[in-house]
């Protein structure tokens, strides 16, 4: 079992920037990846991007390219999202997912994009 507790959500204005955090329990180096997904109101679950190892470029959802930026910090066994110039449709819960022979999730952080 993996818990995972995503933090740093809340509201942003277009344009600006806004940092998400998610805590293993675990080395995330144990794991064969983890992603960021996040649900906009009323409509389905998406990936937003996936880091695997750290010497691995991490993969986006062509929405977001240029704007997103997942990292890792093994150490603090943490990945992070850094959002930039973010836009009203970025607004949703965003997921944290965790795998290995297993897929776990966090409870899921609120960002409000506002205009």
């Known amino acids: 079992q993996v818990h995972l507790v995503e933090s740093g959500g809340g509201l942003v204005q277009v344009g600006g920037s806004l940092t998400l955090s998610c805590k293993a329990d675990i080395m995330i180096s144990n794991l064969h990846g983890m992603a960021w997904h996040r649900q906009a109101p009323g409509k389905q679950r998406e990936l937003v991007g996936v880091?695997?190892?750290?010497?691995?470029?991490?993969d986006y959802v062509d929405s977001v390219k240029g704007r997103f930026t997942i990292t890792r910090d093994d150490e603090k066994k943490t990945i992070y999202l850094q959002m930039n110039n973010p836009k009203p449709e970025d607004t949703g819960i965003y997921y944290c997912e965790a795998g290995d022979r297993l897929h776990y999730w966090g409870q899921g952080t609120q960002v409000t994009v506002s205009s």
């Open positions: 880091i695997t190892s750290p010497t691995i470029t991490p």
